[in-house]
């Protein structure tokens, strides 16, 4: 794939495809009227018998209009214009983009309307079109037998109108490295449980690193976990036959030693509940209970490949969830690596003792930030649905960071409240604390378990289980939070 920026001259730009804006007005971009008169006015004619009413998710593609070297346009939809803003400029992009990749459409100059140079600047807006691109173009890797359709030809997209070509480039190159992240992380976490099991997290992590020499990998396995004294890990991968993973992923990309980032992912490869056995409607979709694992990885091949000036660190726990013989049951009692107590009455709550395992391992880093993140409650869902992921933490100007990072990216959180009552909900008689606190409150008990190790860090939690995948027809890894992730990071390291 590639991206550049198209300057001068659209009319005459040796692509296959313009991609024109309308609004729902019938009115003209100010890159279409261009092309409009160089065509002779076919489009305004074409607007005003109708054919095209320039509402949000439409799209029509056209050929052989005269005038333009293209062969083809196509027109998107971008709403009214007086709501012209950056989410109705990538929901026009991502509606033609996925209708380019059903033609055999090669090349395109998308020149849509741009909103306002505050909301989207040069940088972000070529940013963003890389990203979408590379969404639209992702296609699952299914185990079909049939043979596969070909794939999309669509692979040269300019950009434009831009100020600062130098800017939108960058911005072109961090988005196709977003999009390839994303990519990856819907790969792994895409792939059935009996192919992703903790162990081919671990080679996938491993072989990683062998193709970015500035990435380092690490991997423990069963003795050394017990080494480490991971009794929560431990408690929740004894019930199945596939032995766990700890995975350290290191990329030291700044000048002087400075305190790392630590990115922990919540890397189950399958969730089937334990002896707390889960319903059988939709528990396939637990093989996407490694969403979390798979997006540090992602994220630390962003990273790398974009040579940032940062050090991060990503942890993942990597187990399997099942109701072996030797399974843990509700009322056993295993001692975290923090040497804290826990009692399990649910089994099923196994994210967060594998998570106070990798959190606690993070302290050796002497971390500036620690930010786990998880598919870690049905109950996050319930409150915030899919649209926005969880973030709580005990460090408000990290939280900020987060929200911020979603919004820059379209990958919002929205934060839910972390005070000391809700502790009350995870007293036990018998242990330090219980690994569950009832129904209510559920994403913000989970999130209080987890502060409960990370006493004196920074730190903030990601409950993505409402985010990283889609079910129904559409059932499927979406990458989030990904991009939040990416802009986190690319915001520390200055862009
Ligand atoms: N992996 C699940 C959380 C989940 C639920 C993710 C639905 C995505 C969709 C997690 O391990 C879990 O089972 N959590 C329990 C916690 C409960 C037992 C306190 C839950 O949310 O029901
Ligand atoms: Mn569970
Ligand atoms: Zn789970």
């Known amino acids: 794939m590639e991206f550049a920026v198209w300057t001068k001259g659209l009319a005459t730009l040796a692509v296959d495809c313009l991609v024109l804006g309308v609004f729902e007005e019938g009115e003209l971009g100010s890159e279409a009227r261009s092309i409009d008169s ?15 009413a320039g509402r949000p998710g439409e799209t029509l593609l056209l050929g052989d209009l005269p005038g ?15 709501q012209l803003q950056r989410r109705s400029y990538r929901k026009a992009w991502t509606v033609a983009a996925a209708a380019l990749t059903r033609t055999r459409i090669s090349s395109c100059a998308v020149a849509l309307e741009r909103p306002d140079a505050r909301q989207l600047d040069d940088y972000h807006l070529a940013r963003m079109v890389a990203e979408v691109t590379g969404s639209a173009l992702y296609r699952i890797n299914d185990l079909k037998t049939a043979r596969k359709p070909p794939p999309p030809a669509l692979s040269k997209v ?21 999009a390839a992240a994303m990519s990856l992380q819907r790969d792994l976490a895409n792939l059935p449980a009996n192919v992703c099991t903790p162990v081919y997290l671990a080679e996938e992590a491993r072989a990683l690193a062998k193709r970015h020499s500035n990435l380092k990998a690490r991997v423990l396995d ?18 199945s036959h596939q032995p766990p993973r700890f995975i350290v992923l290191e990329y030291q990309g700044s000048k002087k030693q400075q305190q790392p980032l630590v990115l922990v992912g919540k890397g189950v490869t399958f969730d089937s509940g334990g002896i707390s056995l ?30 940032l000036p940062l050090h991060v660190v990503g942890l993942v726990a990597a187990v399997e969830n099942m109701p072996g013989g030797r399974a843990v049951k509700p009322g056993d009692i295993a001692t975290s690596a923090s040497g804290q107590t826990v009692e399990i009455l649910n089994t099923d709550a196994e ?24 598919t870690l409650t049905g109950a996050c869902v319930i409150a915030l649905g899919h649209h926005h ?3 709580m933490g005990n460090d408000e100007a990290l939280v900020r960071e987060l929200l911020e990072a979603g919004k820059r990216a379209d990958d919002r959180c929205w934060q839910l409240p972390l005070t000391e009552e809700y502790a009350e909900q995870l007293k036990s008689n018998f242990a330090d604390f219980a690994n569950v606190g009832g129904r209510d409150g559920g994403a913000i008990t989970a999130a209080t378990f987890l502060g409960k190790f990370t006493q004196g860090m920074k730190w903030a939690h990601l409950d993505i289980a409402g985010t990283a995948y889609q079910g129904g027809a ?22």
Do not use: W
């Open 222 to 239: 069963e003795p050394a976990i017990r080494k480490e004294k991971m009794g929560c890990l431990l408690a929740v991968a004894q019930g």
């Open 278 to 307: 889960k319903d059988p409607p939709g528990m396939d979709e637990m093989k996407f209970d490694m969403s979390g694992a798979a997006a540090v990885i992602a994220a630390l091949t962003l990273v790398a490949q974009l040579r």
């Open 351 to 374: 994210g967060r003792l594998i998570l106070c395992d990798a959190l606690h391992y993070a302290r050796r880093f002497n971390p500036a930030a620690v930010i786990d993140i998880a």
């Open 389 to 391: 992921a969880g973030v």
């Open 474 to 495: 559409q059932k499927g890894s979406t990458g989030r939070p990904t991009p939040l992730l990416a802009d986190f990071l690319l915001h520390r390291a200055g862009r």
């Open 68 to 82: 333009i070297a293209a062969t083809h346009v196509l027109l998107t939809g971008l709403g009214q214009r007086k």
């Open 158 to 178: 300019l950009v434009g109108p831009v100020r600062r070509g130098a800017v939108a480039q960058r911005g072109l190159d961090d988005g196709a490295a977003l």
């Open 38 to 52: 160089a065509c002779g006015g076919r489009l305004k004619k074409l607007l005003a018998r109708g054919d095209f």
